[in-house]
């Protein structure tokens, strides 16, 4: 099968004369570095704008406020996952919880009649003997 060739141009270059426009390609990117500079400005004043705006709508807490945030009084009712907004303040109030457990007489099943004592008071009635059931004496063989 015979390959079918064009001629070549004429003229004795024997090269492509539509190459690419360059003067095109240089004001293509000048074009694009312009434009990449004025949106870079008109970001920069956007954002500076913004934070001014932002700063001067701000009005600072004082009192109560300004110590901590407000939460609900009934913590049960927030969906989960429950965020904390004062860590410190969260645990204070464990501790304080963990702590009247502790040392605090109350009931924890009235009809069964169980009933919450102070650790020290529950470790003074372990300590006695008797307090608690021994095992019988093994008989030596």
Known sequence: ????????????????????????VVWFGVGLGALIFVVSVVLWWLQAYLRAREQSAQTPLVGPAAERPRLPQDLDKIPEPRLQADEPLDLDRLRALEETQLHAYGWIDRADGVVQIPIERAMDLLAKPGALPARAAEKKK
């Open 1 to 24: 099968m015979a390959e079918h060739q064009q001629p070549l141009p004429s003229g004795g270059d024997n090269h492509e004369d539509r190459d690419i426009n360059l003067r095109g």
